[in-house]
């Protein structure tokens, strides 16, 4: 496995949020473990989920798998920084999961529908918001097919919400077509890298004891 090692030398910085949308199918789920598993620092938001687990996944890693009463028990107890209702079933981020990794400096990736990317975004305005486009909905309708989890009505609506949720890509910072894994992996890499650069996020009295460090050394 390559892991490409880019932490910033330069004094402790916040942690970015890197918020991924994109229609069901769109392939989200594959490219963001893959990106959390190249990039060191880069930690994936576990959401809370009424639905019950898919074949292969694991309560805790994948989801949160609770029941809706407990999940209408956290929607009271104010503990979601958003929350929706997708395909009969509710989604949530918890609160102070997102809030303690950023203060600690950890960068987090998380996969989330277009409602709930714009109740992030109203909450944390410096995050980073990236849109991942199928190749084609001939394409998406081909993917949701071949994975055996959705009826023929079930990928019907899926479809036809992916055609309203792509005309508001434009809410996004950064896109991505999907057509083929690796290049997809790396255009995200870059934009992680990139974010990681910005002077804006990193603590200018720590950079200032480390130069200080630096011409003691010297």
Not at 78 to 92: C, L, P, R, T
């Amino acid at each position: 496995m390559v892991t490409i090692e880019n932490d910033i030398p330069i004094g402790h910085r916040r942690g970015r949020l890197f918020v991924i949308s994109g229609p069901s199918g769109a392939g989200k789920t594959t490219l963001c473990k893959q990106l959390v598993a190249r990039i060191s620092n880069l930690t994936f938001s576990v959401s809370y989920t009424t639905r019950p687990p898919r074949e292969g996944e694991v309560d805790g890693k994948d989801y949160s798998f609770v029941t809706n009463d407990a999940f209408h028990e956290m929607i009271k107890g104010n503990e979601f920084i958003e929350w929706a209702k997708v395909y009969e079933h509710f989604y949530g981020t918890h609160r102070n999961t997102v809030i303690q990794s950023l203060d600690e400096g950890t960068d987090l990736v998380v996969e989330i529908d277009e409602q709930g990317a714009m109740q992030l975004k109203k909450a944390f305005e410096e995050g980073v918001f990236i849109y991942l486009f199928p190749p084609t909905l001939a394409t998406l309708r081909t993917r949701l097919e071949h994975r055996g989890k959705d009826s023929q009505e079930s990928i019907q609506m899926r479809l036809e919400r992916a055609k309203d949720e792509i005309q508001h890509f434009g809410e996004y910072t950064y896109f991505t077509v999907n057509n083929e894994l690796e290049q997809s992996l790396k255009q995200l890499e870059a934009v992680v890298i990139a974010e990681r650069m910005k002077t804006a996020y990193v603590n200018q009295s720590s950079v200032g004891e480390q130069c200080q460090d630096h011409q003691k050394e010297a």
